[in-house]
């Protein structure tokens, strides 16, 4: 009722705004940390925060953060003695532990480590004694003379042996 006791008849118009919502993701590598809405993070996961909108109501932003693990990778490399081989852009020739870094996919560091074996050469000896004029087939060769023959064999580890006759004669 209005003051003097008539009916009135009051319109309002309501408009209703939309809260905002924005999102976003970020990464970091596993040991680093971001500061996400004042607060210092390291681990993976959603982080929210609410402001206000321009239009007066509540606003959220949404940050979906991942954390990247360090790539690390291993091989085991065998080379035969008298050879070398290139690792990380020097040239190797002794047995041991070799390490490289670098930046992977994912921005973060990775870690390749070789382990180099070096095989050695294998020397074996015999000695023969041949009875003078006659003769013995040594290393596709008939030897029927004193003296010292060598002969080169690929091991099982894919290096050179040796084995050395010494012959003489009775």
């Given at each position: 009722?209005?003051?003097?006791?008539c009916d009135s008849l009051v319109q309002i118009e309501l408009i209703v705004f939309e809260s905002q919502q924005t999102e976003e993701e970020l990464s970091i590598c596993e040991g680093e940390e971001i500061?996400?809405?004042?607060?210092?993070?390291?681990?993976?996961g959603l982080y929210q925060s609410t402001f206000d909108g321009q239009n007066g109501c509540d606003s959220t932003h949404s940050i979906t953060l991942s954390v990247f693990s360090p790539v690390s990778t291993d091989e085991m490399l065998q080379i035969c003695a008298g050879e070398s081989v290139e690792l990380f852009?020097?040239?190797?020739?002794?047995?041991?532990t070799?390490?490289?870094s670098f930046t992977s996919a994912n921005d973060c560091d990775s870690t390749h480590t070789v382990v180099l074996t070096v095989?050695?050469?294998i020397e074996t000896s015999e000695a023969l004694s041949?009875?003078?004029?006659?003769?013995v087939v040594l290393f596709d060769e008939e030897v029927s003379e004193a003296g010292t023959y060598e002969g080169t064999f690929l091991s099982a580890a894919g290096c050179d042996s040796i084995h050395q006759v010494t012959v003489t004669l009775i």
């Open positions: 009722a209005s003051v003097n006791g500061e996400l809405f004042g607060e210092v993070v390291t681990e993976a852009g020097e040239e190797v020739s002794t047995s041991g070799y390490m490289g095989v050695d050469q041949l009875c003078s004029g006659n003769s």
